[in-house]
């Protein structure tokens, strides 16, 4: 800095939401606006370049990745189920077998997320997913043991194995996005859902239609193969991420100190166990109208290809018009209404009909859709936003809470769906289901009233959490704007802020950070 910089004062503005102080991968971000030493505004227009190599690369292994692991989950769906109570499950413990591979998760997911900058994201992905196809080709085997409890244990032994591989993948998976894709968190996560919904809208009807080909085996060793081959490969394709690993762990104490978090965690919860409630209980349902398995993956179908079409546009919404809480609103609601019908709900007096029960379904995984796809880009923006840097141990300790969420509301779903089926009928817990739905849509409404104040604007809700600038965080942005190299700036580290030169005053006002240089 020059003497003539040196005797001013100056004041740079940063939004909060829009700046990177610390990027996980170390490369200079640019704000979309500042203010100038003098004070008047000047907005600084950023283009958007395409896709880097590795962005493309990255996007692939996701996607194909993400559509593997839906295609084993959602396999099950056709045969699973009539195939173990032929072993003697009983619809209780048809659920349990669902639901411990998401329990598993549930605890798996936060430790993984915390110390997932110290693992390692590449060995976490690769590990994981490779785990992940080994159980699932083991998995084709279990019709080959004794029936009864040998079975039970053998599906929820391999299932938890396989639970802790997915999590693995998947927490690196989206710790990874905010980090290689800095831009378009929202979008990306959309589009990654694509492969998602593609592997949840054909994974039950190719299960179905191997399971008629080959029997039991086939869907598991088909679907497990390909995974293990494509693990195989990620050892040469996945980029190395060596500056991803050097980052302390993240904080769940900060994390957990943040009330916005907990709401829309808790509607994620209901979400999840909303969409996996269907699993176990809609092919039995099904089994009134004498569909065959085919027909039973072709309604399954229908209800991925709503889930596939609804989450790449409200990725794209949610990062150009930034209204998460308003997808949120409105994918709740949209999916409370779709469960009653499914049911139906026996105050509406609807006829028990297929059509009636497809519609319902399809139009609950649209609704899921908008509601699930931006919660991961509401929880970095709502984080950060109260103070949590924007680096990698914070997304991997967001990554973890996602996950956890969802899969203790994926544990919860089916198995609280085989009792309620158990005790009552489809209609009446699917109706319950719907219930629940509408009172998370009010919980958010009204907490996002609180906190946005009505319109006046985003109060911050941090009750522990303090997040300090350092003084060599500072030297870097200082650099940064300046254009300098920062590796040729001396630096003092042992400076007393009270005298330094250069002093940080970190003020927060309408949820901005002033730094400001003496």
């Given at each position: 800095?020059?003497?003539?910089?040196?005797?001013?004062?100056?004041?740079?503005?940063?939004?909060?939401?829009?700046?990177?102080?610390?990027?996980?991968?170390?490369?200079?971000?640019?704000?979309?606006?500042?203010?100038?030493?003098?004070?008047?505004?000047?907005?600084?227009?950023?283009?958007?370049?395409?896709?880097?190599?590795?962005?493309?690369?990255?996007?692939?292994?996701?996607?194909?990745?993400?559509?593997?692991?839906?295609?084993?989950?959602?396999?099950?769906?056709?045969?699973?189920?009539?195939?173990?109570?032929?072993?003697?499950?009983?619809?209780?413990?048809?659920?349990?077998?669902?639901?411990?591979?998401?329990?598993?998760?549930?605890?798996?997911?936060?430790?993984?997320?915390?110390?997932?900058?110290?693992?390692?994201?590449?060995?976490?992905?690769?590990?994981?997913?490779?785990?992940?196809?080994?159980?699932?080709?083991?998995?084709?085997?279990?019709?080959?043991?004794?029936?009864?409890?040998?079975?039970?244990?053998?599906?929820?032994?391999?299932?938890?194995?396989?639970?802790?591989?997915?999590?693995?993948?998947?927490?690196?998976?989206?710790?990874?996005?905010?980090?290689?894709?800095?831009?378009?968190?929202?979008?990306?996560?959309?589009?990654?859902?694509?492969?998602?919904?593609?592997?949840?809208?054909?994974?039950?009807?190719?299960?179905?239609?191997?399971?008629?080909?080959?029997?039991?085996?086939?869907?598991?060793?088909?679907?497990?193969?390909?995974?293990?081959?494509?693990?195989?490969?990620?050892?040469?394709?996945?980029?190395?991420?060596?500056?991803?690993?050097?980052?302390?762990?993240?904080?769940?104490?900060?994390?957990?100190?943040?009330?916005?978090?907990?709401?829309?965690?808790?509607?994620?919860?209901?979400?999840?166990?909303?969409?996996?409630?269907?699993?176990?209980?809609?092919?039995?349902?099904?089994?009134?109208?004498?569909?065959?398995?085919?027909?039973?993956?072709?309604?399954?179908?229908?209800?991925?290809?709503?889930?596939?079409?609804?989450?790449?546009?409200?990725?794209?919404?949610?990062?150009?018009?930034?209204?998460?809480?308003?997808?949120?609103?409105?994918?709740?609601?949209?999916?409370?209404?779709?469960?009653?019908?499914?049911?139906?709900?026996?105050?509406?007096?609807?006829?028990?009909?297929?059509?009636?029960?497809?519609?319902?379904?399809?139009?609950?995984?649209?609704?899921?859709?908008?509601?699930?796809?931006?919660?991961?880009?509401?929880?970095?923006?709502?984080?950060?936003?109260?103070?949590?840097?924007?680096?990698?141990?914070?997304?991997?300790?967001v990554s973890g809470m996602f996950n956890s969420a969802f899969s203790l509301g994926s544990f919860f779903g089916p198995t609280m769906g085989g009792l309620l089926v158990d005790k009552f009928n489809f209609a009446v817990s699917s109706s319950i289901f719907g219930l629940l739905n509408l009172i998370s849509a009010a919980g958010i409404i009204v907490f996002s009233l609180w906190e946005f104040r009505c319109g006046k604007g985003r109060r911050k809700t941090m009750y522990v959490a303090k997040f300090r600038v350092t003084n060599e965080d500072t030297d870097n942005l200082i650099d940064n704007e300046n254009g300098v190299n920062s590796d040729s700036v001396e630096?003092?580290?042992?400076?007393?802020?009270?005298?330094?030169?250069?002093?940080?005053?970190?003020?927060?006002?309408?949820?901005?950070?002033?730094?400001?240089?003496?």
């Amino acid at each position: 800095m020059d003497s003539a910089e040196e005797d001013s004062d100056k004041t740079t503005i940063i939004n909060d939401d829009q700046t990177r102080l610390l990027n996980g991968d170390g490369c200079q971000q640019e704000s979309d606006s500042m203010l100038t030493p003098g004070g008047s505004s000047e907005e600084v227009k950023v283009k958007k370049s395409s896709m880097t190599r590795e962005q493309k690369i990255l996007f692939i292994i996701f996607g194909l990745t993400n559509l593997t692991n839906e295609l084993t989950f959602s396999i099950l769906a056709p045969f699973f189920p009539a195939e173990a109570a032929k072993q003697g499950a009983t619809k209780v413990q048809v659920g349990l077998i669902f639901s411990v591979y998401s329990l598993v998760q549930f605890i798996a997911a936060p430790i993984i997320g915390k110390f997932l900058p110290t693992i390692g994201c590449r060995f976490a992905f690769i590990s994981g997913f490779f785990v992940n196809s080994g159980c699932n080709i083991l998995y084709g085997f279990l019709d080959r043991v004794e029936p009864g409890t040998e079975f039970l244990v053998y599906c929820i032994l391999i299932r938890s194995i396989e639970a802790i591989g997915t999590t693995s993948f998947l927490t690196a998976l989206m710790a990874l996005v905010p980090n290689k894709f800095p831009d378009s968190v929202g979008q990306t996560m959309g589009n990654i859902e694509i492969f998602a919904g593609i592997g949840l809208t054909i994974g039950p009807f190719l299960g179905g239609v191997l399971y008629q080909l080959g029997g039991f085996m086939l869907p598991f060793v088909a679907i497990g193969g390909f995974s293990m081959i494509l693990s195989l490969c990620l050892f040469f394709i996945l980029p190395a991420d060596n500056h991803l690993s050097e980052q302390k762990t993240g904080s769940f104490i900060h994390l957990m100190s943040i009330p916005g978090t907990w709401v829309v965690v808790f509607s994620l919860f209901i979400g999840a166990a909303a969409l996996t409630f269907m699993e176990p209980t809609l092919s039995t349902e099904l089994q009134q109208y004498n569909l065959t398995p085919t027909q039973v993956g072709l309604v399954f179908l229908l209800m991925g290809l709503g889930y596939t079409i609804s989450a790449p546009i409200v990725g794209w919404i949610a990062d150009k018009r930034q209204n998460t809480r308003t997808l949120l609103s409105f994918g709740y609601i949209l999916a409370g209404i779709s469960y009653l019908i499914a049911g139906p709900w026996p105050v509406l007096h609807l006829p028990n009909k297929l059509y009636l029960i497809t519609i319902g379904v399809v139009l609950m995984y649209v609704a899921l859709g908008c509601a699930i796809t931006p919660t991961y880009q509401d929880l970095l923006t709502t984080v950060v936003h109260n103070g949590m840097p924007d680096v990698i141990s914070t997304h991997s300790v967001v990554s973890g809470m996602f996950n956890s969420a969802f899969s203790l509301g994926s544990f919860f779903g089916p198995t609280m769906g085989g009792l309620l089926v158990d005790k009552f009928n489809f209609a009446v817990s699917s109706s319950i289901f719907g219930l629940l739905n509408l009172i998370s849509a009010a919980g958010i409404i009204v907490f996002s009233l609180w906190e946005f104040r009505c319109g006046k604007g985003r109060r911050k809700t941090m009750y522990v959490a303090k997040f300090r600038v350092t003084n060599e965080d500072t030297d870097n942005l200082i650099d940064n704007e300046n254009g300098v190299n920062s590796d040729s700036v001396e630096r003092n580290e042992n400076i007393d802020e009270t005298e330094a030169p250069n002093t940080v005053m970190k003020n927060k006002l309408n949820g901005e950070t002033a730094i400001k240089i003496n």
